[in-house]
C-alpha cells in the first residue's frame, strides 16, 4: 500500500519519462539504507553501550 502511494506521489513531482527512473531509484534506496544503515547503528549502539557507565545512564 505504501509503495502505491508513493508512486502515486511521485506521479505529481515528475514526468511520464523521468518516472520509470525515479521509482526504480526509490526501490532500491529501501535495502540499500538498510544495507549501510545497519553497521553505523550497530557502531552508535556499541559506542552507547560502551558509555553506560557515566552516572548520566539512566539504568
Do not use: N
Amino acid at each position: 500500500m505504501i509503495l502505491y502511494l508513493t508512486y502515486w506521489y511521485l506521479a505529481y513531482w515528475f514526468a511520464r519519462a523521468q518516472r520509470a527512473r525515479i521509482t526504480t531509484r526509490f526501490i532500491l534506496a529501501i535495502p540499500l539504507s538498510s544495507a549501510f544503515g545497519a553497521p553505523v547503528s550497530t557502531l552508535l549502539l556499541s559506542t552507547a553501550k560502551a558509555g553506560s557507565d557515566s552516572p548520566r545512564a539512566g539504568g
